[in-house]
């Protein structure tokens, strides 16, 4: 079965790609992955480790969330244009957003030690005036200052720097989806 969808990749790989984000399963295991994520760092890092989120990581658990939805939106039905692309832009938003909150919290985990922090434990402001605080505030409350998940790491990176990486498999597994889809639809 491996070498079969290998050999279907290599002998047309855009109008492969293109008919697998046309069915349900690749936008599934795509918002799997995301919340996944979402879920693996409230039970793995805040319950057992201990390392309680800042303002800046519910903010990432929150772009986490949004990629999940938008990859649910197009799940509902792929083969729709109207659904992939309403898909698409929550996903797209979602990475962007993501990275930007990424960069942010490495910024802070740079910063020189005793200075003060740009982030609160106060109520965050989540996009569209969500009160995801309020909801699942064991999931959405910050408990600590930006920077303090620093002392975890992983070969020698930190949750921030990981995160980058995450993104970039997400960016370029949208990127390669869009470009598939723009190329199966000229066809």
């Given at each position: 079965m491996i070498l079969q969808l290998w050999a279907r990749l290599k002998g047309d790989f855009w109008g492969t790609l293109g008919g697998w984000q046309n069915q349900r399963p690749l936008w599934l295991a795509g918002g799997l992955a995301a919340l996944s994520l979402e879920i693996f760092s409230v039970a793995f890092f805040q319950k057992f480790l201990k390392l309680y989120p800042c303002e800046l990581?519910?903010?990432?658990?929150?772009?986490?969330?949004?990629?999940?939805?938008?990859?649910?939106?197009?799940?509902?039905?792929?083969?729709?244009?109207?659904?992939?692309?309403?898909?698409?832009?929550?996903?797209?938003?979602?990475?962007?957003?993501?990275?930007?909150?990424?960069?942010?919290?490495?910024?802070?985990?740079?910063?020189?030690?005793?200075?003060?922090?740009?982030?609160?434990?106060?109520?965050?402001?989540?996009p569209f005036g969500l009160p995801l605080d309020k909801l699942i505030p064991s999931h959405f409350m910050p408990l600590a200052l930006c920077g303090e998940d620093s002392k975890w790491s992983l070969f020698g990176l930190n949750m921030a720097e990981w995160l980058f990486f995450v993104y970039g498999v997400f960016a370029l597994g949208i990127l390669l989806m869009l470009v598939s889809w723009a190329k199966t639809r000229r066809r």
């Open positions: 990581c519910v903010y990432i658990r929150f772009s986490m969330l949004a990629i999940f939805m938008g990859a649910m939106i197009a799940f509902i039905n792929p083969r729709s244009a109207l659904m992939k692309a309403a898909g698409y832009i929550v996903v797209i938003w979602g990475i962007i957003r993501g990275i930007i909150w990424d960069v942010a919290l490495e910024m802070e985990n740079l910063r020189a030690a005793g200075e003060h922090s740009v982030c609160s434990m106060n109520a965050p402001a989540f």
